[in-house]
């Protein structure tokens, strides 16, 4: 561990936590409006409102402070994603409705973190480190499309849940990745419906 690593503050104190939270709330914007390479210590900090020493007692350079970003991320897409579904009853739902409010849900989360995402992207395919956190989301997504499946488990026509899991969290999440990303001919609502539609008629009997 470097001397700098050493002298990494663990906040405590409610200023303190506070004080970290606003650098990765700033961090964040920079990353997603100029890119992680076009973004310095200096300006997370001056973001932030606090002095680039101060910055320096909670991170030990920007790319820590991307790690803690990407973490958060992850944890508030999972947490979102969860508290949107809590609302539903799952056993009187229709199941084109169901999905559909997954669907939206999340494109909903996506808005938020859109700038963010695609530097995600770039640095997925550069950074070891970051490729492995990310490789753990989708995975904790995956397990949590399973999980969401199972409270349905009488009406699948599947019977390999797992596998049905993979395939509809990674459809799922392609699609709306095109959709808060890319620029397509096709209408959203067309393409979300087609989504569901492909998606019911595979799940359900």
Excluded: C, W
Excluded at 52 to 75: C, H, M, P, Q, W
Excluded at 79 to 98: G, P, V
Excluded at 151 to 159: A, C, P, S
């Amino acid at each position: 561990m470097s001397d700098m690593e050493d002298k990494i503050r663990t906040p405590r104190q409610e200023r303190s936590i506070r004080t970290k939270e606003a650098i990765v709330q700033a961090a964040m914007k920079q990353f997603s409006d100029k890119g992680f390479h076009q973004t310095n210590t200096k300006q997370i900090a001056a973001a932030a409102g606090v002095s680039t020493g101060s910055f320096y007692s909670y991170f030990v350079d920007k790319r820590a402070v991307f790690i803690e970003v990407l973490k958060n991320y992850g944890a508030d897409l999972l947490a979102r994603i969860d508290a949107s579904m809590s609302e539903i009853n799952f056993l009187t739902i229709d199941r084109s409705e169901l999905i559909m409010h997954l669907v939206d849900t999340l494109l909903i989360s996506h808005e938020a973190f859109i700038g963010y995402h695609r530097e995600l992207t770039i640095m997925y395919h550069s950074d070891e480190e970051i490729k492995q956190l990310m490789d753990a989301q989708y995975e904790a997504g995956r397990i949590r499309t399973l999980e969401y499946l199972q409270m349905g488990q009488d009406e699948l026509k599947t019977e390999d849940m797992e596998a049905a899991s993979v395939i509809v969290f990674e459809t799922v999440s392609a699609i709306v990745d095109v959709i808060s990303f890319s620029q397509q001919r096709i209408a959203t609502e067309r393409l979300k419906s087609e989504l569901v539609h492909m998606i019911v008629s595979y799940l359900y009997k």
